[in-house]
């Protein structure tokens, strides 16, 4: 069976991939995620990773988490908006998957971010198809898990992973929030 580095967000998104994927790879799973903050969070996370991978007898590398390497590069962005912050977050992340995938001798790597019906999955895409343009080899894995979201997460709730209530950066925090935002220049009166 051919070898795969499926890279992990968090355990409620890796569930359907494992189980689309395993009839027809060996699975490897890679938790590489400097964008989580706080690092609590990435913690949480984490945790619930590990109970998956021990659950379904998988083997688990958990990489570096060199979050202010994903700051400074958001920081360096000259227009910092959401596509351009999520692409370079989509680009380091599977950057690295393939680096992993390519000195452990695995042809394919792929991403449980094609799970998640949150996340730019054009852009996760496009990302995936320069770095294969760079270097075909190990190769991106596609296959869009989109359609099965909320069996996944009925499932992860069933087996009580951690779920999050957001991306996991910093500023995908401050949009769950900015909807009813306090801040601004707004006179405040007592009542």
């Known amino acids: 069976m051919k070898e795969l580095?499926?890279?992990?967000?968090?355990?409620?998104?890796?569930?359907?991939?494992?189980r689309e994927l395993s009839s027809s790879f060996q699975i490897t799973l890679y938790f590489f995620n400097p964008?989580?903050?706080?690092?609590?969070?990435a913690l949480e996370r984490l945790e619930s990773v590990k109970a998956l991978a021990k659950e379904y007898q998988l083997p688990l590398m958990v990489g570096e988490y060199p979050y202010q390497a994903f700051l400074d590069s958001i920081l360096k962005l000259s227009d910092s908006s959401m596509p351009n912050r999520c692409h370079t977050c989509y680009q380091l992340r599977l950057n690295q998957s393939k680096q992993i995938a390519l000195e452990h001798q695995m042809p394919y790597f792929t991403s449980t971010l094609l799970y998640s019906k949150y996340q730019n999955h054009e852009g996760i895409i496009a990302s995936a198809q320069q770095l294969?343009?760079?270097?075909?080899?190990?190769?991106?894995y596609y296959?869009?898990?989109?359609?099965?979201?909320?069996?996944?997460?009925?499932?992860?709730?069933?087996?009580?992973?951690?779920m999050q209530k957001y991306c996991g950066c910093i500023f995908s925090n401050e949009d769950r929030y900015k909807k009813s935002s306090h801040f601004g220049n707004t006179l405040l009166r007592n009542q």
């Open 132 to 140: 294969d343009h760079k270097s075909p080899s190990p190769a991106f």
């Open 5 to 18: 580095l499926l890279h992990v967000c968090c355990a409620p998104c890796a569930l359907i991939p494992v």
């Open 35 to 41: 964008n989580i903050h706080p690092y609590k969070e």
């Open 143 to 162: 296959q869009d898990f989109r359609p099965f979201f909320d069996e996944g997460q009925k499932l992860a709730r069933e087996k009580n992973y951690y």
